[in-house]
Nanobody
Framework: QVRLVESGGGSVQAGGSLRLSCVVS????????LAWFRQAPEKLREGVAA???????YYSDSAKGRFTISQDAGKRIVYLEMNSLTPEDTAMYYC?????????????????????WGQGIQVNVSS
């Protein structure tokens, strides 16, 4: 059974940094499309970043230049390094996984087409 567990959230002041981690377990595939989404109160869920193992990465406009997604394929962990945080980054952050091809990973990200999701972790940024 595939399981995703996020960690690393919390509260930080504007301008600060956080690193989210997501451990993905229960699968035997060598590669995966792993992504981070977020949802703020009364807003729709939005994609933040996606990464294909040893392959391409994708970012939302708001994340470009501030956030970095990376995978530790051996440990099956996906990270989201977040810098220069602003109050607009306050949201519940979710990790998602899809065992698809690299060609479909980008489409999956923009469509939020992931079969597996974590429970989410809260990030609060104060001004």
């Amino acid at each position: 059974q595939v399981r995703l567990v996020e960690s690393g959230g919390g509260s930080v002041q504007a301008g600060g940094s956080l690193r989210l981690s997501c451990v993905v377990s229960g699968y035997t595939y060598g590669r995966a499309c792993l992504a981070w989404f977020r949802q703020a109160p009364e807003k729709l869920r939005e994609g933040v970043a996606a990464s294909y193992t040893h392959g391409s990465t994708y970012y939302s406009d708001s994340a470009k230049g501030r956030f970095t997604i990376s995978q530790d394929a051996g440990k099956r962990i996906v990270y989201l390094e977040m810098n220069s945080l602003t109050p607009e980054d306050t949201a519940m952050y979710y990790c998602a996984a899809s065992f698809t091809s690299e060609e479909y990973c980008k489409r999956a990200y923009f469509r939020a087409d992931f079969g597996y999701w974590g429970q989410g972790i809260q990030v609060n940024v104060s001004s």
